[in-house]
């Protein structure tokens, strides 16, 4: 269900959701987390751009323009997959993945909220709390 301003992402979380077998409010709490749903959040401070906040490499690998809304929720939605696919179907180790980036997720399952910083921590709880209402 669509909260907030994402309704008009909704389709596309939808579909993305539906291709990659995630679950569509936690592509919602993704997209709310990193730009409240805005395409046109500007590039954050380590580079990453778009509504998903995708870095270049990431975007590169996914072969999407972060920039592109419909492509960046695909991109996204597929990135979740893999890290569910990573981390034994869990949320949010897959969430943390999400935000923890590409090279920097070699936390062990065992101990892996011990590695993260604080930020991680309160975007998995943002993303997850966004996802349950």
Same mark, same amino acid.
Do not use: C
């Given at each position: 269900?669509? /909260?907030? =301003?994402? &309704?008009? %992402?909704?389709?596309?979380?939808? *579909? &993305?959701?539906? @291709? %990659? ?11 709310? @987390?990193?730009?409240?749903? =805005?395409?046109? +959040? #500007?590039?954050? @401070?380590?580079?990453?751009?778009? !509504? !998903?906040?995708?870095?270049?490499? +990431?975007?590169?690998? %996914?072969?999407?323009? #972060? ?15 893999? $890290?569910?696919? /990573? %981390? ?5 180790? #897959?969430?943390? *993945?999400?935000?923890?980036?590409? =090279?920097?997720? +070699? ?5 892996? #909220? /011990?590695?993260?910083?604080?930020? +991680?921590? $309160? ?7 966004? &996802? @349950? =209402?």
């Amino acid at each position: 269900m669509a /909260k907030d =301003n994402s &309704a008009q %992402f909704d389709d596309a979380i939808q *579909g &993305a959701a539906k @291709a %990659f077998n995630v679950d569509p409010d936690i592509l919602h709490g993704i997209a709310y @987390a990193e730009s409240r749903h =805005n395409p046109a +959040t #500007a590039p954050s @401070a380590k580079g990453a751009q778009g !509504m !998903m906040q995708f870095l270049p490499d +990431t975007a590169k690998r %996914f072969g999407i323009d #972060a920039k592109d809304p419909e492509q960046a929720i695909f991109g996204a939605a597929q990135y979740l997959r893999e $890290n569910l696919d /990573k %981390f034994g179907g869990d949320y949010a180790k #897959a969430v943390a *993945g999400y935000n923890w980036g590409e =090279n920097r997720d +070699t936390f062990k399952q065992a101990d892996w #909220a /011990k590695k993260l910083p604080k930020e +991680t921590d $309160n975007y998995v709880e943002q993303v997850l709390s966004y &996802a @349950a =209402n």
